[in-house]
């Protein structure tokens, strides 16, 4: 369901931005640690392959990467 809603997304803006950041979603990342390591889900990773988007993960309880916007 997540998947298809980032489909959609999208489609509605008309567009691919180059980078997504998300915040390690068990539906996008399935493994994360404390240093950069990052394990995608594969389905998640097969769809930034697909539109040639780079998927970037936050820092777990690092605030400052999402901006103002949970401040």
């Known amino acids: 369901m997540v998947l298809e809603a980032f489909v959609r997304a999208l489609a509605f803006y008309g567009g691919v ?5 998300i915040d390690n979603p068990k539906t996008m990342v399935t493994f994360v640690s404390r240093s950069e390591d990052r394990i995608f889900h594969p389905r998640f990773l097969a769809l930034m392959n697909h539109y040639v988007m780079e998927p970037v ?3 777990p309880a690092a605030g400052w990467e999402k901006g103002q916007v949970e401040n």
């Open 17 to 21: 931005p180059r980078r997504v950041i």
């Open 57 to 59: 993960a936050c820092t």
